[in-house]
């Protein structure tokens, strides 16, 4: 709120809107600081007065450029007026940052700066901060003054004064372009120095849409618009209107049950500048969000399914799914209400913000790589049709170290069968399950294909785990499809337990870890593509961490794909597997409907939360439904895994040639804090 005071002077008067593409830097969420005078990180102090905070922000860290490398970047800051008042000296310098002075003191002159546009940021000359290093220092001059040395005698007016702060203002400058961002900072007696409640994202890159797009290049569009008895079935366009990105499925006008699918992708040389593997590696994660709107298509149409993928070419595969409901809505558990409350904003101005965490598995083969932004629109349903925009794409990296996980639950073999990852004898409806089909692909683009459901690849279970097996698998090849004409898949899906105390349900202000184990036999330059999986909501909210197949793509591709996967010659010798979710009860992804997250999403709180038993009725209102059966709640985190055998049709993928198998025998389960990225949560 103080903050806000500052911003409100200057409302109007910014000369800079610094969230166009590749045109201006971008400052992004710097945290608070307390400077005191006990030393981190043990926080044992001299009891000398000396206000030093050493190391306390990586200005890099909290930076992104399109045009400009951070090194070239011209930092500088300013001080708004002393919020408390308690020796009329006011406005007053009083910290000193990397030995540099402020380039403005007092409110009334960062707002004269600003209607000028800014002239001290653009050239801060000598009070230049970056030049001394991009990690700052903090120094407080007035409760530890230059002239003079510890011990430091500060008045107890001055303290109260100090404690209670100013807003400091950070800028950053490419030389034409200035960004701001404004943080609390004080100084407080006998505590340690802290930068906290500001976001953990670093290495930011922003895209608004703006202007159009030249880091994003259209993909998929599937149909394409070449059969006339369809039409233009896929459009995706730039909406300089509303400053998106758009994908537009028309409805299946031929009502065959075409599939419609369109997409937007950031080209690899942008990729490779805003978020390079280097800026990962193996002590950070990746994590993106995606600002999205959603206008239906017709009266009577759904909203398409949207899929934010982040991915390593192609070949490690991070996808958050939204859909706007599951087509038929398992009986009890309601999909088709759940989807509504977690869709797409009506309001382009006002879109839903959705995030969706990569932790590549660190093998060699991703130096020199880059994570690219997929956005995917996707109509299966005959219903389905309408325009998906993204108006805004950040990506950045969070330091594994900032998550907090506190364990749930562990899914396992017991010593006589599969134990907690048992499916046989325990297939009834929401319960543990397999689907094994043969998947008969059509010539013709988009129409749908032939399934055979006593076909696929095989699944064995016992006090080893579960395991997928694609060997004996025939992908009938022919002259249209070089690496055949079938695709086996299988998807074991696990019972989230039937123990509630431990059973893992979505709350609010939380994200989740499950770590899976993996190991294979077969070795990883044959292995198919492998997918793991956890949906809630009915399956309307779903994380997939897809890898492989072995022989997808170029070289570089291959060797990501081969030393990813399990089996014989992985480089993830531990054979661990994340995938991370974060909550769909958030108040960002339903800003357009007021009131708390309970009002917002009144279905999703219909169903108890984790260690909670349901009540009778629950779900439907009807008292002969046992609520209490523990398969019917769509606040569960329902794990998967699969086997996709073969998704890769390259010249050189010969028939057969991909086929494997892999072994689950642990999926842990783990919930921490959502951690701070700036956004509401």
């Known amino acids: 709120m103080i903050k806000g005071l500052l911003t409100a002077l200057v ?45 306390a922000l990586n200005l890099d860290d909290f930076v992104s450029d399109a045009d400009t490398p951070k090194a070239n970047l011209l930092w500088s800051f300013a001080e708004a007026d002393d919020i408390a008042d308690q020796d009329s000296i006011n406005p007053q310098q009083w910290y000193e940052v990397n030995g540099k002075d402020p380039i403005l003191v007092g409110s009334a002159a960062i707002v004269a700066d600003d209607l000028a546009g800014n002239p001290a940021a653009l050239a801060p000359g000598a009070n230049e901060l970056r030049s001394v290093n991009p990690s700052i220092s903090i120094r407080d001059i007035v409760l530890s003054p230059l002239a003079g040395s510890p011990p430091f005698s500060p008045t107890a007016a001055q303290l109260a004064e100090h404690a209670a702060g100013k807003v400091m203002r950070f800028y950053v400058s490419d030389g ?42 259209v ?33 299946d006008t031929g009502s065959i049950g075409l599939s419609r699918t369109g997409s937007w992708m950031t080209t690899d040389a942008y990729s490779l500048s805003t978020m390079p593997y280097s800026t990962v590696g193996a002590s950070n994660f990746v994590r993106s969000k995606w600002y999205v709107y959603g206008t239906p298509l017709g009266s009577g149409a759904t909203l398409p399914a949207t899929r934010m993928q982040m991915h ?70 005959l219903s389905d049709a309408g325009t998906i925009g993204l108006t805004e794409s950040v990506i950045g990296t969070i330091p594994t170290s900032a998550l907090s996980w ?44 032939t399934y055979d459901f006593a076909a696929g690849p095989v699944k064995t279970e016992g006090t080893f785990g579960v395991t997928l097996d694609s060997t004996a698998f025939n992908n009938e090849p022919n002259a249209t499809f070089v690496g055949g004409s079938k695709v086996g ?29 993996l190991s294979s036999n077969v070795n990883t330059n044959v292995q198919p593509q492998i997918r793991l999986q956890v949906a809630t909501g009915d399956n309307t909210y779903a994380q997939k961490f897809e890898m492989g197949g072995a022989l997808a793509g170029g070289a570089p591709s291959r060797a990501i794909s081969q030393q990813t996967m ?116």
């Open 219 to 251: 993909l998929i569009a599937t149909p394409g618009n070449s059969d006339p008895s369809f039409g233009s079935i896929v459009s995706r366009t730039y909406d300089a209107t509303n400053k998106a990105i758009t994908v537009r499925l028309n409805a």
């Open 176 to 217: 034409t372009s200035v960004a701001t961002s404004e943080i609390l900072i004080n100084s407080i007696d006998n505590v340690c120095d802290t930068a906290s409640g500001g976001s953990a994202l670093g290495n930011v890159s922003i895209d608004t849409f703006d202007t159009a797009p030249t880091g994003w290049q």
């Open 566 to 681: 399990p089996g014989i010659g992985t480089q993830n010798t531990g054979g661990f597997y994340d995938l991370m979710i974060a909550t769909p009860l958030s108040l960002a992804i339903r800003p357009d409907v007021a009131g708390t997250i309970q009002q917002r999403m009144p279905t999703w709180y219909i169903f108890a939360a984790q260690g909670v038993t349901d009540p009778v009725g629950g779900y439907t209102n009807q008292p002969s439904e046992l609520a209490t059966t523990p398969a019917l709640n769509g606040r569960d985190l329902r794990p998967s895994v699969g086997l996709l055998d073969s998704l890769t049709f390259t010249g050189d993928a010969q028939p057969l040639t991909e086929a494997g198998r892999f072994t689950v025998d642990s999926i842990a389960i783990s919930e921490s804090p959502l951690v701070e990225d700036g956004s509401i949560q």
């Open 312 to 381: 390593i070419n192609f070949v490690q595969a991070a996808t958050l799914e939204v859909f706007s409901g599951n087509g038929a809505g398992t009986v009890g558990v309601r999909g088709d209400e759940l989807g509504p409350e977690i869709q797409p904003s009506a309001d382009p101005n006002n879109p839903s913000m959705y995030r969706s965490d990569l932790n590549p598995v660190d093998v060699p083969a991703l130096a020199g790589s880059a994570i690219t932004r997929h956005f995917i629109v996707d109509a299966s349903k």
């Open 11 to 55: 409302a109007g008067a910014l000369s800079l809107s610094a969230t166009s593409f590749g045109a201006a830097p971008v400052i992004f969420n710097i945290p608070d600081v307390t400077v005191g005078d006990l030393d981190s990180p043990n926080c044992v102090g001299t009891g000398a007065n000396f206000f030093v905070f050493t190391g």
């Open 489 to 517: 898949i299988a998807i074991a899906s696990f019972s989230p337990g039937a123990v509630l105390t431990s059973r893992p349900r979505v709350a609010a202000g939380k994200q989740y870890l499950l770590r899976y184990h």
């Open 406 to 449: 506190t364990p749930i639950t562990t899914l396992a073999p017991s010593g006589s069968d599969a134990g907690g990852l048992k499916i046989t004898g325990n297939e009834t409806p929401g319960y543990a399950n397999l689907t094994r089909f043969s998947y008969l692909q059509n010539v013709l683009d988009g129409r749908p294909g």
